[in-house]
């Protein structure tokens, strides 16, 4: 027993003396790099920086921008082509401040104005992470694809100057008022902050600024916006396009496993989840989908849909021979259903979905011809998939089939023209449309 105890204790000596000896911290500061593991985790650091089949953190992976293609740096500690030579300093200063170590600004395609929210504390735990808990990758960043002079980096100080909001010098705020007024806090903390939801989920203004950063800036915030031909949906208490009809724990579990009742994630939600949400504790969890249910809505007068199952019956029975309820017999009803529930977690419902009646149908126009994959996650690690019908349906079968499904079963989204859907057809890449 003795023994044991001291070839355990002899073992961990010579554990932290190997660790000492190649540079990396001492074991009082492991806890921190793992801290700083999961801080990056709730950042998504990896999503941007790491390129398609790439080594994770090493930089390349194009993001496409309006001016033309940024590529994301290698944040890898490599001295020569990553951060390796970056001082704490240099390092906060280009994740909160959007300036990089040699002085010129950041594109906000870096989402520094979210982290500027972040406490020093916690930006410590990620540079410890940078340094010490990621394995150097040597390789080259790559330059923008932008031409001059759009290129020069001296007007994203002017943008800086405008947009970006004042940088979080105190700890993260303890309230003594109780746990559930705790809880809130922390999740406003992650999600204006590491989780920065509202790069994608807040729409933008005349300088691709978001219309607003905190729900103090009003309700634009989180009140939904369009990435790479997705809408980021509305995440505030609105009934019938927001969250108003999702419990706290309907939010936790989309989060955690990439699905539930009301629906399941794909575009840029799906690896959001993937590589982000579904590692948070349960306690981040909660604090998020408690305070995104906190929000209030944009719409106050809307009331919540009810469900109508006459378009059910017409189907099962042959009354509606319309072309969109043809569409969607031989196109999806197999895997949604004529009632249009779908199988909870599995194939999402369409009636009463928030995705099917956002004003905006880019997500329902694009999700029908691209098709779209869920998260495997650890909590359910089956990743779904549903094809595309790009190769096969006209765009006007396509808005056939999208203007039935936003009118049936309750639903109350506006007309889709297969205008729209050429449209769309041509800004995500979609395949040509089938001769006919
Ligand atoms: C939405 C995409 C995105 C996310 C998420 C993101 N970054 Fe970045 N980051 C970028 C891009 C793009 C650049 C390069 C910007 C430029 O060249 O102007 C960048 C630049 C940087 C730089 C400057 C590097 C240099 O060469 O000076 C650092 C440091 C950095 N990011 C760290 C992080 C950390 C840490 C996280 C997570 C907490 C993170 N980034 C998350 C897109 C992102
Ligand atoms: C890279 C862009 C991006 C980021 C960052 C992002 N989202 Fe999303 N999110 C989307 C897109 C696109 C959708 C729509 C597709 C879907 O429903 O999965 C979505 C959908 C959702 C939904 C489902 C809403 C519904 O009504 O179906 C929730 C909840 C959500 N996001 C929460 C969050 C939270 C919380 C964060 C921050 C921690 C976040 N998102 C960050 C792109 C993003
Ligand atoms: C083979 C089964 C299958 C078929 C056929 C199918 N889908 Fe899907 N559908 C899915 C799956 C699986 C998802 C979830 C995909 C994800 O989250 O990435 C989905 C998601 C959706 C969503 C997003 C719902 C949400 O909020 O999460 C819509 C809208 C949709 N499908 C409409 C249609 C329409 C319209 C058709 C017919 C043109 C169709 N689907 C055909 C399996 C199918």
């Known amino acids: 027993m003795i023994k044991q105890t001291i070839v355990a204790a002899i073992s ?28 990056s985790r709730a950042g998504d650091c990896i999503a941007c920086h790491t390129a398609k089949d790439g080594k994770p953190f ?33 390092f906060d200063r280009a994740v909160r401040h959007g300036v990089a170590k040699d002085g010129h600004s950041l594109y906000p395609a870096m989402p520094y104005t979210a982290y500027a929210k972040v406490s020093p504390e916690d930006v410590k735990a990620l540079y ?13 960043n790559k330059d923008t694809d932008i031409i001059w002079p759009l290129s020069m980096r001296w007007p994203l100080g002017v943008w800086r100057w405008m947009f970006a909001p004042d940088v979080a010098t105190a700890p993260v705020s303890v309230d003594t008022k109780g746990a559930d007024r705790a809880a809130l806090l922390r999740g406003q903390y992650l999600v204006e902050g590491l989780g920065h939801c509202s790069t994608c989920h807040t729409p933008r203004g005349f300088a691709l600024q978001e219309k607003a950063l905190t729900e103090a800036d009003g309700s634009a915030f989180l009140s939904g916006g369009v990435v790479d031909g997705w809408l ?22 989309f989060l955690k496993s990439g699905r539930n009742g009301h629906s399941a994630a794909f575009g840029g939600m799906a690896q959001v989840v993937g590589d982000s949400t579904q590692h948070l504790s349960d306690a981040d969890l909660n604090a998020i989908a408690a305070y995104l249910k906190s929000l209030p809505p944009v719409n106050k007068d809307a009331k919540p849909l009810a469900y109508d199952p006459s378009v059910a019956q017409a189907l099962r029975t042959g009354t509606d021979k319309g072309d969109g309820a043809m569409a969607f017999l031989n196109n999806c009803a197999a895997c949604h259903r004529s009632t249009g529930k779908g199988y909870a977690e599995t194939f999402p419902q369409l009636a009463l979905s928030s995705t099917v009646n956002s004003a905006d149908p880019a997500s329902l126009i694009h999700i029908v011809l691209k098709g779209a994959q869920m998260p495997g996650t650890t909590a359910a690690p089956t990743a779904y998939a549903m ?13 056939d089939v999208v203007t039935f499904v936003r009118s049936s079963w309750g639903n109350k989204g506006a007309a889709v023209t297969a205008a729209d859907v050429a449209q769309v057809r041509k800004d995500v890449g979609a395949a040509p449309q089938p001769a006919r």
């Open 12 to 39: 961990a000596l010579a554990a932290s003396a190997a660790f000492a000896a190649d540079g990396t911290p001492a074991a009082a500061d492991a806890q921190l790099i793992k801290q700083g593991e999961y801080l």
């Open 128 to 140: 410890a992470y940078f340094m010490h808990g990621v394995e150097p990758v040597k390789q080259e």
């Open 232 to 253: 980021a949906k509305n995440l505030r208490g609105d009934a019938t396009d927001g969250l108003g009809s999702w419990s706290q724990e309907d939010i936790v579990a």
């Open 387 to 399: 094809p595309g019908f790009d190769w096969r349906m006209t765009d006007k079968e396509v808005a």
């Open 58 to 90: 090493a930089g390349g992976l194009g993001i496409d921008s309006p001016l033309g293609m940024i590529y994301s740096t290698n944040i890898t500690p490599d001295k020569e082509t990553g951060i390796g030579g970056y001082s704490y300093e240099d």
